[in-house]
């Protein structure tokens, strides 16, 4: 990536991360819930028996209760850890209260000693990140671990993205390695890519 594209997703990164942070408590929790029912409300999630997910960190959407219901619907909850290399390890967690410990950078992440899920099993991936277009562009944090993490699945997986809709931008700045989403779903809307 040239210098000047890594400087102008930084810019923008810092921009879309603004904009989020400006959000109040009770607003995020809010638009939170909408955006939660609106991914309930998917048939793509209704159908789906392995759903990767995230757990929030800092002002992200939150997805505590998303987990919760994903794991209350007898469906097989993955989550995220993040690993050397920029890797990021799926584990099956049945229990947040007690599968789950702070990881890199103070995130809620499944433990190690659970072991490691087989990425050809997920139906569906719900992402973070910081910002997004109506193309289907996602910026992420700047690690690229989501996008190295999207060639270990089958692509015929939806790649859905979950953002409040102050996160939308007219144009992400892209790589050719950044892979797009297959949806974006927000308090207001559930766009289709």
Known sequence: MSEDKSLLKAE????????????????????SR???QNVLNLPEFKQAQTVM???NFRDEVETTALAETTIASKKR?????????GLLLPIETRDLRVDIEPGLWGIREPKLTI???DPSEIDLIIVPGAGFDLQGN??????????????????TVPRIAIAFECQIIEQVPVDMHDAKMTMLVTENNVYHF
């Open 138 to 155: 996602r910026l992420g944090y700047g690690g690229g671990y989501y996008d190295r993490f999207f060639m270990r699945i089958k692509p």
């Open 34 to 36: 909408q955006i939660q």
């Open 53 to 55: 997910l995230f757990l």
């Open 12 to 31: 923008v990164r810092k921009s879309c991360l603004d904009l989020r942070a400006g959000l109040g408590n009770e607003e995020r929790k809010n638009r």
């Open 115 to 117: 072991g490691e899920a």
């Open 77 to 85: 909850l993955i989550l995220p850890r993040c690993a050397p290399q």
